[in-house]
T-cell receptor, first 112, second 112 residues
Framework: GNSVTQMEGPVTLSEEAFLTINCTYT??????LFWYVQYPGEGLQLLLK?????DKGSNKGFEATYRKETTSFHLEKGSVQVSDSAVYFC???????????FGDGTTLTVKP | DTAVSQTPKYLVTQMGNDKSIKCEQN?????MYWYKQDSKKFLKIMFS???????INETVPNRFSPKSPDKAHLNLHINSLELGDSAVYFC???????????FGPGTRLTVT
């Protein structure tokens, strides 16, 4: 079956530090890949996505590249802000699956 | 212009009671979901409906019963509430696979 493994947290960084949250997956076929962000007290919202190999998703300074050869979709940001403090979820969805598969979430705290 | 809404936002109740959570989406999506998020932020899918038909029913106690009166609504009824049911419950919707999901703001259920 499908699975998503993401870097364990929590992750604590200083403002303007570089962020990487690792995500690897196992799936049949050619899934779409997603990063969702959950700010405190809110629901998950889509941060970025990529639907095929070598696609790069980007939004709000965050980027992730769909790497089929390494089955990875690592999230990166060059300079984090306090407002980026949230829980980040990596997820995949296969074309023949009625549901998404989510990772366990990584809590990021950015200190001023 | 709320996309996915849930009521109530907070629900505090005693063990043994029966409660319902309502969800509505105005995005015109065919598929809706219920997720449970525990205190460690792990997200677990419970149910999924497509055009009012149940398509995913994960291993959930049969005290939980979803109902979809139309494709814009998916309600969750819980009988005989237990302490372990305390969690945040999220409703979500999506267009057909393999697209992203849109989440509601969550309902924090506390069973005392």
């Amino acid at each position: 079956g499908n699975s998503v493994t993401q870097m364990e947290g929590p992750v604590t960084l200083s403002e303007e530090a570089f962020l990487t949250i690792n995500c690897t997956y196992t799936a049949t076929g050619y899934p779409s890949l997603f990063w969702y962000v959950q700010y405190p007290g809110e629901g998950l919202q889509l941060l970025l996505k990529a639907t095929k190999a070598d696609d790069k998703g980007s939004n709000k300074g965050f980027e992730a590249t769909y790497r089929k050869e390494t089955t990875s979709f690592h999230l990166e940001k060059g300079s984090v802000q306090v407002s980026d403090s949230a829980v980040y979820f990596c997820a995949l969805r296969s074309t023949n699956a009625g549901k998404s598969t989510f990772g366990d979430g990584t809590t990021l705290t950015v200190k001023p | 212009d709320t996309a996915v809404s849930q009521t109530p936002k907070y629900l505090v109740t005693q063990m043994g009671n029966d409660k319902s959570i309502k969800c509505e989406q105005n995005l015109g999506h065919d598929t809706m979901y219920w997720y449970k998020q525990d205190s460690k932020k792990f997200l677990k899918i419970m149910f999924s409906y497509n055009n009012k038909e149940l398509i995913i029913n994960e291993t959930v106690p049969n005290r939980f019963s979803p109902k979809s009166p139309d494709k814009a609504h998916l309600n969750l009824h819980i009988n005989s509430l237990e302490l372990g049911d305390s969690a945040v419950y999220f409703c979500a919707s999506s267009p057909a696979t393999p697209y992203e999901q849109y989440f509601g703001p969550g309902t924090r259920l506390t069973v005392t």
